[in-house]
């Protein structure tokens, strides 16, 4: 697709329709002429977004290759081959084989955010050319065309308003308001926000109301839809820190391979032994040092920890974002539909001298209606029924007949419905009563609206709009002795009520009435005030609690909104977010570029709480100044504005139920459930998955190093091999990998979310795990070669004392498990042995060793035989010694750090 010409104008919003209109030399009646289409085509080309490469499956198969553990394994092949050790390569080829299957069809998802886009293109418009009406594909349209727009149509490109009659567009996906945005005419500041932009109409949004006309002012990546689709392309996918941790593990290990082949060849070459024997002990060596399971028990950990959480509606794409969760000490969540449920809702009605509280439906069906605490009958309450009726009367919105708490326009108008239903008040009853005569639509300048309704004069007069403007219009106002006069005392009372609900962060409406004599009255000339509605777009019933949680954990949680920052401010608030009285928002046009920052600007961006009018821009800086303070980020969203942050972020979360397509394709996890709540059982289940990693891996280097010390000091003192290159393979993938597995599936400890988080460069083993490391391979060492030497004092060959130094290995590593349990857990009862995996774990290796001993092609195969009463004798008491030096040091220990 051939680069796109930028539009002729930078911010058609400031600029006049007469001067849009005359730049491209088009006629608003007659639009573009055929001639003048394919000149725009060419210079513009088609009104498409560009395609995304898609991720060919053989590059999924080749990232499941690049680890360099993996690339040891087959640099460990390629050896054993080389010298005719085919048992030796088959084994380990066989091990990089299923690993990378495994992940391979685990992780096999295509990249479909751009594809996703695309599917917003495929709609038609109404465009006028050559002097008459057409219906067209939307891929055809340019700038210039006069596009005719009403009610439920899909906007196709970005488009200048020139005429608007009641017309209104669901922004939502592009800047994450909740209310959809009323349309005009006039121009308006060069600087305007995006959300501001009240004479423009963006490709991907759609129209909820009213109709217009509008010209093409920008198609395809031009649009700001464009600009997101390439924000999408060009964000980069974070590495997730495990693979980062097992990266730095590879190195290490690979440093220390080479190191002790170096010196066992220099060491064999001064004391002139074979080459022969050098190169096969070089390949025990590396054998030894690699953990050939831990690749495998890591990806299967993962996996079973991605079904774990799919079990509690968190759908992972990626096997190694399991693991990344348990990181996260940022969660930047937008609020629409993410922290609020994208739904009107009024909560009570403001009359003068008494308010109105009133609930939510209950199971029943039911809601009520309470003054100071008492419930009171909405219909019988002269006051409230008239504020309900006028509600119903001024309003283009209806209810679906199988469910009367959802319906279709706006969700303002649909929450006064809903209001009426909780009455018990029937709001089709009320239209035929007083069927609409005429109807003054709402103007975005006034703020108001009105309607006439009635069989004949005099007329019912039913109005609603911004509470500023009506009480401007209103000369009486109802109270609970009728209607009186509205002096400057009342309108001193009714600006202070208002206030006050605004600092709650209510969206305030006032309602008015009036009798007409005649059609042709002004509907706004003394108006009887009568109160006001309270209406919130409600937070999630369970979102504080969450929060808590995540604040609990030590995640910050930061609310990044296209919303108004008073409304955020006010929600963060409610939410225990931020303190009531909390009002330091940072707005979008303030926000600068990350890589400008000072030092003062990020330590204060990174303390905010709350961020408002934020561009999608901006989002991926936030994330970036997150991320460079060392945090691992989760970003949060549902719509097409959030689709490059989800994809910048360490982790991004996409909502399932309202979320679009977009934003569930760039992200990393995908709430079934729309609940933030499961992102805190998501972060839980990622802490848990760590842990047991690093359990897991301490466990099996613990056993290789064990396995590299026992050929190490046998090569030294020119001693017989007292284990086989073979013998160690079968360990490093039976005995060694079963155990490890069992690790992977533990539960994890309680207490798991009362910690803070992980830094985010903290490797899987610290210093002291590393220390842990070593102590428990000397242990193990020490048992293996003491049993080894014994079996020869005790008189048996070297292929018995083989089979007593391998066998009390195994048997010392399979108990060695239990020095896996926590410091400070029961000796008994911890997440060891109350894992039943583990002991599965243990009867399953415990017989396929008895099988390579006793089934005569596995011990020819393995050069084993049979140890004899005594040797076995020998074998069990050598392998328990590193298990009851383990759990007196775990012991010992939980006592220190009880005291």
């Given at each position: 697709m051939k680069e796109q010409k930028e539009p002729i104008f930078t911010n058609p919003w400031s600029n006049p329709t007469e001067e849009i209109l005359q730049q491209y030399d088009v006629s608003r009646r007659d639009g573009l002429t055929a001639s003048q289409v394919k000149k725009q085509l060419h210079q513009y080309g088609p009104n498409r977004l560009r395609e995304a490469k898609k991720k060919d499956p053989w590059v999924i198969l080749l990232d499941q290759v690049k680890s360099l553990i993996v690339i040891l394994l087959a640099a460990t092949a390629v050896l054993s081959f080389a010298f005719s050790e085919w048992l030796d390569g088959i084994a380990i080829a066989c091990v990089i084989i299923v690993n990378t299957a495994i992940g391979f069809f685990m992780e096999l998802k295509a990249v479909r955010s751009m594809e996703a886009l695309h599917q917003m293109e495929r709609v038609t418009a109404k465009v006028r050319r050559n002097g008459r009406l057409m219906e067209i594909s939307a891929r055809q349209l340019v700038p210039g065309d006069i596009?005719?727009?009403?009610?439920?149509?899909?906007?196709?490109?970005?488009l200048r308003v020139l005429d608007a009659a009641k017309l209104q567009a669901d922004e939502s996906v592009l800047t994450g308001e909740s209310m959809p945005?009323?349309?005009?005419?006039?121009?308006?500041?060069?600087?305007?926000?995006?959300?501001?932009?009240?004479?423009?109409?963006?490709?991907?949004?759609?129209?909820?109301?009213?109709?217009?006309?509008?010209?093409?002012?920008?198609?395809?990546?031009?649009?700001?839809?464009?600009?997101?689709?390439?924000?999408?392309?060009?964000?980069?996918?974070?590495?997730?820190?495990?693979?980062?941790?097992?990266?730095?593990?590879?190195?290490?290990?690979?440093?220390?391979?080479?190191?002790?082949?170096?010196?066992?060849?220099?060491?064999?070459?001064?004391?002139?032994?074979?080459?022969?024997?050098?190169?096969?002990?070089?390949?025990?060596?590396?054998?030894?040092?690699?953990?050939?399971?831990?690749?495998?028990?890591?990806?299967?950990?993962?996996?079973?920890?991605?079904?774990?959480?799919?079990?509690?509606?968190?759908?992972?794409?990626?096997?190694?974002?399991?693991?990344?969760?348990?990181?996260?000490?940022?969660?930047?969540?937008?609020?629409?539909?993410?922290?609020?449920?994208?739904?009107?809702?009024?909560?009570?009605?403001?009359?003068?001298?008494?308010?109105?509280?009133?609930?939510?439906?209950?199971?029943?069906?039911?809601?009520?209606?309470?003054?100071?605490?008492?419930?009171?009958?909405?219909?019988?309450?002269?006051?409230?029924?008239?504020?309900?009726?006028?509600?119903?009367?001024?309003?283009?919105?209806?209810?679906?007949?199988?469910?009367?708490?959802?319906?279709?326009?706006?969700?303002?108008?649909?929450?006064?419905?809903?209001?009426?239903?909780?009455?018990?008040?029937?709001?089709?009853?009320?239209?035929?009563?007083?069927?609409?005569?005429?109807?003054?639509?709402?103007?975005?300048?006034?703020?108001?609206?009105?309607?006439?309704?009635?069989?004949?004069?005099?007329?019912?007069?039913?109005?609603k709009g911004a509470m500023e403007t009506i009480l401007a219009d209103s000369t009486t106002v109802l109270t609970d002795s009728g209607s009186v006069a509205m002096d400057q005392e009342q309108k001193a009372y009714w600006l202070e009520r208002n206030l006050e609900l605004a600092k709650k962060g209510y969206r305030v409406l006032a309602l008015a009435a009036k009798q007409a004599a005649s059609l042709d009255d002004d509907p706004y000339s003394e108006l009887e005030f009568v109160g006001l509605v309270c209406i919130e777009d409600p937070a999630r019933a369970d979102i504080r609690e969450s929060i808590q949680a995540c604040q609990d954990a030590g995640i910050q949680v930061v609310m990044v909104t296209g919303d108004h920052p008073k409304t955020a401010a006010s929600i963060a608030g409610s939410i225990g977010l931020t303190d009531p009285e909390w009002d330091n928002v940072i707005v979008g046009k303030d926000i600068q570029p990350e890589e400008v920052l000072s030092g003062v600007q990020r330590?204060?961006?990174?303390?905010?709480?709350?961020?408002?009018?934020?561009?999608?821009?901006?989002?991926?800086?936030?994330?970036?100044?997150?991320?460079?303070?060392?945090?691992?980020?989760?970003?949060?969203?549902?719509?097409v504005n959030d689709a490059p942050a989800l994809k910048k972020a360490d982790i991004g979360i996409?909502?399932?139920?309202?979320?679009?397509?977009?934003?569930?394709?760039?992200?990393?996890?995908?709430?079934?459930?729309d609940a933030f709540s499961t992102i805190v059982v998501a972060v839980e289940q990622g802490r848990v998955i760590f842990e047991n990693i690093r359990k897991f891996v301490i466990f099996l280097l613990s056993c290789n190093i064990s396995e590299v010390m026992v050929v190490f000091a046998a090569s030294i003192v020119n001693a017989p091999m007292p284990i086989l290159p073979l013998q160690i393979l079968f360990l490093n993938l039976v005995t060694d990998v079963f155990p490890a597995l069992a690790l992977g599936f533990g539960k994890g400890n309680p207490g798991m979310m009362e910690v803070p988080p992980r830094p985010s460069d903290q490797p899987v083993l610290t210093k002291r795990g590393w220390g842990a490391t070593m102590v428990y391979g000397l242990m193990l060492t020490v048992s293996v070669l003491g049993a080894f030497a014994i079996a020869f004092k005790m008189g048996m060959d070297q292929q018995q004392a083989v089979t007593v130094s391998f066998l009390t290995l195994a048997f010392a590593q399979l108990w060695h498990i239990f020095n896996m349990r926590s410091i400070g857990t029961h000796l008994f009862k911890n997440e060891i042995t109350q894992n039943p995996f583990v002991w599965a774990a243990l009867a399953l290796c415990s017989v396929l060793l008895l099988v390579v001993v006793y089934v005569p092609l596995a011990a020819k195969v393995l050069e084993l035989t049979d140890p004899g009463l005594a040797g076995w004798v020998l074998i069990l008491t050598a392998s328990f010694i590193p298990c009851i030096v383990g759990q007196v040091f775990k012991s010992v220990a939980g006592k220190k750090k009880d005291d």
């Open positions: 596009v005719v727009l009403e009610g439920g149509d899909i906007v196709s490109a970005d945005v009323s349309k005009q005419v006039e121009a308006i500041e060069a600087d305007a926000s995006l959300g501001d932009r009240t004479n423009m109409l963006y490709k991907g949004t759609s129209i909820t109301r009213g109709s217009g006309e509008a010209v093409v002012t920008a198609t395809g990546m031009a649009t700001e839809l464009g600009k997101i689709s390439d924000l999408v392309q060009t964000a980069t996918d974070e590495v997730t820190p495990l693979e980062k941790r097992l990266d730095k593990l590879g190195k290490n290990l690979l440093w220390v391979t080479l190191v002790l082949i170096v010196i066992i060849a220099l060491t064999g070459i001064v004391r002139g032994k074979d080459v022969i024997l050098m190169i096969e002990t070089a390949i025990a060596l590396a054998v030894a040092a690699i953990p050939e399971g831990l690749p495998i028990v890591a990806t299967l950990a993962l996996a079973r920890g991605m079904m774990r959480m799919a079990r509690r509606n968190a759908m992972v794409n990626e096997l190694a974002a399991v693991e990344t969760l348990g990181g996260v000490g940022v969660i930047c969540t937008d609020k629409t539909g993410t922290l609020t449920e994208n739904k009107m809702t009024v909560t009570g009605l403001i009359l003068s001298g008494e308010d109105v509280q009133v609930s939510a439906f209950d199971e029943d069906g039911k809601a009520e209606f309470c003054v100071d605490d008492k419930t009171i009958d909405p219909i019988r309450h002269e006051r409230v029924q008239k504020a309900l009726e006028v509600g119903v009367l001024c309003n283009n919105a209806s209810l679906n007949p199988d469910d009367l708490t959802t319906g279709i326009g706006d969700p303002l108008e649909i929450a006064l419905l809903v209001l009426a239903q909780k009455a018990g008040m029937d709001y089709n009853d009320i239209n035929q009563q007083y069927p609409e005569q005429q109807e003054d639509a709402f103007d975005s300048d006034s703020k108001r609206m009105a309607t006439f309704n009635g069989n004949a004069s005099p007329y019912r007069v039913a109005v330590q204060r961006y990174q303390q905010t709480p709350v961020f408002a009018r934020v561009s999608p821009k901006q989002k991926l800086d936030l994330i970036a100044v997150h991320q460079k303070a060392g945090s691992v980020v989760a970003m949060t969203g549902d719509g996409a909502m399932g139920l309202r979320g679009t397509q977009v934003a569930r394709e760039a992200a990393d996890m995908v709430l079934k459930d």
